[in-house]
């Protein structure tokens, strides 16, 4: 049986200021929320997204984590507020026993087929999805290691190498269309 699925352009990012930038690029480029698939532990979820109550009491006056706000503000504050709010609501699933948040269309259809479309492990269900192997082994370590996984299904042409460029000048990893 051959894989129907449309392709997407995937990458793995290693920092939340990378993810931020490359999510917000996609919904500049007309991508909405429910378009855009992000994978992430939830250590890195718990991690990057801490709710707003927490976040304010860890950030103290004078700490590098303030000093660091500063820099690029209406970035941190519009893009981190749209892909918390992202990894907080809407179509998101939790994998329990393999500490994963998945959001997007990626979610809905592994949630469609149940969760246990993961039970046989997260690269069964990345290469079943169209993912090379190589591809999905790469993402299921960099998500061990605190990175985050994007995918989204390109429109056209000029949107497979535009995404592919914008994941690559973001420090993007294991970048595919697959």
């Known amino acids: 049986m051959t894989n129907t699925r449309p392709k997407m352009v995937m990458a793995v990012f290693r920092n939340r200021l990378d993810a931020q930038t490359a999510y917000d690029r996609l919904i500049l480029r007309g991508y909405r929320n429910n378009e855009i698939n992000i994978l ?28 660091g706000m500063g820099v690029g503000g209406a970035i941190g504050t519009a893009i981190g507020a749209t892909l918390a709010a992202v990894m907080a609501v809407g179509t998101s699933l939790m994998i329990p026993g393999f500490g994963l948040v998945i959001a997007g269309p990626i979610a809905a259809a592994l949630a469609g087929g149940g969760a246990g479309a993961v039970t046989g492990g ?57």
């Open 122 to 178: 997260l690269i069964g269900a990345l290469v079943g999805w169209g993912i090379p192997e190589p591809n999905a082994d790469a993402y299921q370590r960099a998500l061990r290691e605190g990175g985050i996984v994007f995918g989204v299904i390109p429109r056209n042409n000029e949107d497979v190498d535009a995404i592919k460029e914008v994941f690559t000048d973001l420090h993007g990893e294991s970048i595919c269309y697959c």
């Open 40 to 67: 992430m532990s939830d250590t890195t979820r718990k991690t990057y997204f801490l709710p707003d109550e927490e976040q304010s009491n860890s950030a103290r006056a004078g700490s590098a984590a303030t000093e």
